[in-house]
């Protein structure tokens, strides 16, 4: 199974920003869409962003459009989440998945259906008011 490792929470006041990155193992990383998911405390998880395989489109939940980017550098294998005007309704852990499918579903909740690799440890994002 796929292994992911994620990076780059904090803390951080709102209107900051961060950067979160994901490393994965798999060879075919190139092909898959990839995606990002958080979920809150007495919440469940939920996806937040998408990006293609090979056109590397992308789609976001409506919460973070306009905030977040992400990206991919398949030469490091790494997805990257750019997130910038936080706010406190953000604070989650972040986790990246790969998906089963090379596009992206227009429906977030399908993300997680289509999940292929296994979860990481995810990484804490608290944004503080």
């Known amino acids: 199974q796929v292994q992911v490792v994620e990076s780059g929470g904090g803390l951080v006041q709102a209107g900051g920003s961060l950067r979160l990155s994901c490393i994965a193992s798999d060879l075919d990383y190139d092909l898959s869409a990839w995606a990002w998911f958080r979920q809150a405390p007495g919440k469940e998880r939920e996806g937040v962003s998408c990006i293609s395989g090979s056109t590397y489109t992308s789609m976001y939940v409506d919460s973070v459009k306009g905030r977040f980017t992400i990206s991919r550098d398949i030469a490091e294998r790494t997805l990257n989440l750019q997130m910038t005007s936080l706010k406190p309704e953000d604070t989650a852990i972040y986790y990246c998945?790969?998906?089963?499918?090379?596009?992206?579903?227009?429906?977030?909740?399908?993300?997680?259906?289509?999940?292929?690799?296994?979860w990481g440890q995810g990484t804490q994002v608290t944004v503080s008011s």
């Open positions: 998945a790969q998906l089963t499918s090379s596009l992206c579903s227009s429906s977030p909740s399908a993300w997680l259906n289509l999940r292929r690799s296994g």
